[in-house]
């Protein structure tokens, strides 16, 4: 099978096929559009979908550019009504968008992608290009988005300048003049969008293809950094080993399907067998996909370890000035409890172990002795240097 | 009663009573706005409503600012749904002012009067600047104006720009920092947007002051050019008599009340006599205002000829160089027809008379002689010149 039928087997909706078929065999490198949302610049496993279809269109030859939205970024959301669209600085833009990229090609190839920012093109408009862009538009196909309709139906906030975002990133792609644009099914509305105003413009309509969204591993949300349900693409191998043991049964194909590469019978293989065993070889090729294949045995070793509840051989070391301290003091000291309050709780629930001896009175007072383990819940380790 | 309590006993609405009270006790010279359109620079007394008002305001030494809408008028409307608003050049709008303010400036006094093209401002505004000025609306507010709403719910074309208007009008009051807007009740929603962006902006949100439309000569519909039921302030004074005798007496008594200067008791007064005679000192009242009361006996006189079936004496003059001519084509050439198909249909629906007798045939010869009649109608009439 090749790349573009691998392709098209992942997409949920390609708008259209024969759009997408007439593009590749013209031979020409295409150029394929991605938007990065520069106040999230950590990526999960849930970005990696799109990010290995795009480098697929790589190895076929073709070009990535991410666009990230520093414009839109930079203005925020002045309305103030959401709290998830703080306004970012210059500055800020160009950081974040060098995380992104950084983490990126930890799947990308590093010289077919490109990075654009959109105030290059959104900030040289002026009034009478808006009215032109809005002009392009009706409010009635605008409205079919279905957060607009449920606010504007629902009688809760919604400015008018919240509809002007759809038709700045749908221009996004005039302005590259783009030829497919990828994203996950959530954003197929905005990137018809593009695909309808380059129409306007007089250029080709980029092809739309959407992809399935990853759920996040509580097997409901889909994967979000905010929701703290995801596996990061920086996440260490153990803490990658330890996420992935913590897929729901039910999704863990699903996981195994869209964050991986590997082919569909062998996943069938592998399903078929224990689902432990699955679960370790889901993490296992995650590791060897962002990290060294050679960290897995270690991450292995050491989550099987505090599985049956012993103490792993590599621990991180924290010095501790004090003779004695107490154990709250102790436990905010080495960055498990951010206030006392918190770590009073933590002794309180009996999650505290110090050598492996729960701790129950929050007015215990350790002794600091080089080697001793501080360690909270199953697999919170901290060894104490003097 | 003073000015103040003559304009307020006009009004339909005021936003706010309280606030009028205090920007005039202020003693401030206060900025009235009144928008002008710049597609239609043609005045009828129907504009005169609010242009009186203006009037009052500037004898209490008030200024007045005309904002011309250049800049949507030079835009236009680029989705190409509306016939009714042509895109204009920079050359049109400034010749539109003018000939507007030539107009306006028979009911207003010169130097307290000032004209500004809208251009001045919005076209310097970019596209952070639009969402800016767009975040300060709800999409709920806006749909709120009648014609948006009714166009949303009844699927009828909408484009997305055209919501953008009523906040460009309404930033001509923050750019202006008008005190007053006044304007027809056509005009509330509009009016309103620029008092509710000012308070957005940080300035003293302006008084906005409704006044009633005048209703056409038909009796029904809102006076406008485009309805032909109009009376133009730049009528002859024998088209002001002529279209005053055609006011419908139900709506006489408003045209005293809305187009003239006479005080309420005088209006009782002549409403309760001969209403022919009062529609003879309605039109008595406009050539008064906007020509010279002594063309009045001239007007009254041709009027009262005409209505007799005479011939008026004063007639305008055509000359013609053919000894003889075709019926239809004498029609074309003193203006009657504006072509030869019309005329046919005019001699053929037997308006067409030659020195007071009916032409019933298309092809008859005229002989042209100096002082020949040449009539359509009641009162169009054309002499002959050799």
Redesign the interface.
């Known amino acids: 099978m090749d790349n573009l039928e691998i392709i098209k087997r992942k997409a949920v909706q390609i708008f259209s096929e024969e759009d997408l078929q007439r593009k590749i065999n013209s031979g020409r490198k295409l150029t394929i559009k991605l938007g990065a949302d520069p106040s999230r610049p950590d990526l999960h496993i849930g970005h990696s979908v799109v990010l290995r279809v795009l480098k697929q269109f790589q190895d076929m030859g073709h070009e990535v550019i991410f666009v990230v939205g520093d414009?839109t970024g930079?203005?925020g959301?002045?309305?103030g009504k959401s709290k998830t669209r703080p306004s970012l600085t210059f500055e800020e833009t160009r950081k974040s968008a060098e995380t992104y990229l950084k983490q990126a090609t930890k799947i990308l190839d590093k010289d077919k992608t490109k990075i654009a920012f959109n105030s290059e093109w959104?900030?040289?408009?002026?009034?009478?290009?808006?009215?032109?862009?809005?002009?392009?538009?009706?409010?009635?196909r605008?409205?079919e988005r279905d957060d607009?309709k449920n606010r504007?139906e629902n009688?809760l906030?919604?400015?008018?300048?919240?509809?002007?975002y759809p038709?700045?990133q749908g221009y996004d792609s005039v302005a590259l003049n783009a030829d497919i644009e990828i994203g996950g099914t959530d954003q197929t509305f905005n990137l018809l969008v593009g695909r309808e105003l380059q129409k306007d413009y007089g250029e080709e309509p980029q092809v739309v293809m959407t992809f399935p969204l990853l759920v996040g591993l509580d097997g409901k949300e889909k994967m979000s950094k905010s929701l703290d349900n995801y596996i990061g693409l920086t996440d260490t191998p153990y803490q990658k080993f330890e996420k992935s043991m913590k897929i729901p049964d039910n999704v863990l194909r699903q996981y195994f399907e869209l964050a991986t590469d590997l082919p569909n019978n062998v996943i069938e293989e592998i399903m078929r067998k224990d689902i432990r065993e699955a679960h370790i070889l889901f993490a296992k090729e995650l590791i060897k996909m962002y990290d060294n294949i050679n960290d897995f045995e270690n991450a292995k070793n050491r989550y099987l370890k505090v599985a049956k509840g012993d103490i792993p051989d590599d621990i991180e070391e924290v010095k501790i000035k004090e003779e004695k301290i107490n154990i709250c003091d102790l436990l905010v000291k080495v960055g498990f409890a951010s206030s006392k309050g918190e770590a009073k709780r933590m002794v309180i629930g009996k999650g505290v172990k110090i050598d492996s001896i729960t701790v129950t009175d929050i007015n215990e007072i350790i002794g600091i002795q080089k080697g001793k383990i501080v360690q909270f819940g199953k697999n919170k380790f901290i060894k104490l240097l003097k």
């Open positions: 414009f930079m203005i959301d002045p309305s959104l900030s040289k408009m002026n009034f009478a290009d808006v009215v032109s862009l809005t002009s392009k538009y009706t409010v009635a605008i409205m607009f504007f009688n906030p919604l400015s008018m300048h919240e509809l002007l038709l700045m």
